[in-house]
């Protein structure tokens, strides 16, 4: 483990896979850098990539400055990627995506950007987030109500059925959910509007020039790959691909020749696919 110092003093815990151009990975929702799917694809990728797996801010070994706004989460990346020699790539999971992709926006440096599935909901497919989801969970943490916090989240924002999410509460994947429950309030900041049913705000991300892959998986719900698309075709040097049979949980074994390709080699703008 290293660590980081971001620009409030906040200390980010990374590691470091392999040797090559650096590769951040940026996790979603309920990922720290322990995720064994992150190991898994950090070794898969170890021969071509220094990858490097972090702990946003509030999770695992990173620290957590109050209070939080998502600027700081910019700056994190910021001072991750200094540590590295550049030019780095970053691939942002989920929630993530839309946390590198905002980053790269506010000036945060990177050659490209691969986004996975970033959570938006763009049309009437499945219903928006109600209008007062970040406040619903910032008054659960507030109260200490850490399971109805992640069981909202859950239900709101993934789209779980309930009695789904009931049956989760005795599993062993819950502990770590409610671990994590209080970094859920800055997930929803992060995606800001774009779980309303509405689409995406033409000009948001104009100043991301670099080139951007947006993957969605074959297999996922559609709203997920009508994400997907949306902000490839958005994006002035947008592209687009999905992998198929993959769902939101997508396999590393999948995704890893991808990334391969994308960031390993020179990159030129075109349209969306």
Same mark, same amino acid.
Request: no cysteine.
């Given at each position: 483990?290293?660590?980081? #110092? ?24 309920? $990922?720290? +850098? ?6 898994? @694809? ?14 946003? +801010? ?23 990627? %200094? ?31 691969? #986004? ?20 619903? /969970? ?7 109500? +850490? ?21 989760? +509460? ?7 959910? %409610? ?22 705000? %033409? ?9 951007? @892959?947006?993957?969605?998986?074959? %297999?996922?719900?559609?709203? @997920? $790959?009508?994400?997907?698309?949306? /902000? ?10 999905? @992998?198929?049979? $993959? ?19 020179? $990159? ?6």
């Amino acid at each position: 483990m290293e660590k980081a #110092v971001s620009r409030d003093g906040t200390a980010i815990a990374y590691d470091r896979t392999g040797e090559g151009p650096a590769l951040v990975l940026v996790g979603g929702a309920y $990922q720290v +850098r322990a995720d064994p799917r992150w190991g898994v @694809l950090a070794r898969l990728l170890a021969d071509r990539f220094t990858v490097v797996t972090y702990d946003r +801010r509030g999770r695992g070994d990173s620290g957590d400055t109050a209070p939080y706004a998502v600027e700081r989460e910019f700056e994190d990346l910021a001072a991750v990627i %200094a540590e590295l020699d550049g030019p780095v790539r970053v691939m942002g999971m989920s929630s993530g995506a839309v946390l590198a992709l905002e980053a790269a926006a506010h000036g945060v440096p990177m050659k490209e950007l691969t #986004v996975y599935e970033p959570p938006f909901v763009i049309d009437d497919s499945r219903p928006p987030v109600p209008a007062d989801y970040v406040a619903r /969970l910032d008054e659960a943490i507030a109260e200490g109500r +850490r399971d109805d916090a992640v069981a909202f989240m859950l239900t709101a924002a993934v789209g779980v059925p309930a009695e789904v999410v009931e049956h989760m +509460r005795v599993s062993g994947i819950w502990n770590h959910f %409610a671990a994590l429950a209080h970094t859920l309030p800055y997930d929803a900041r992060i995606m800001d509007g774009t779980m309303s049913g509405r689409p995406l705000p %033409a000009d948001r991300w104009a100043a991301v020039r670099i080139p951007v @892959l947006a993957l969605g998986g074959g %297999a996922s719900d559609p709203w @997920l $790959q009508s994400g997907a698309r949306a /902000l490839a075709a958005l994006l002035p040097a947008g592209l687009h691909r999905t @992998l198929d049979g $993959q769902t939101h949980d997508v396999d590393p074994a999948a995704l890893a020749p991808v990334l391969a390709e994308f960031h390993g080699s020179e $990159q030129s703008a075109g349209p969306a696919a």
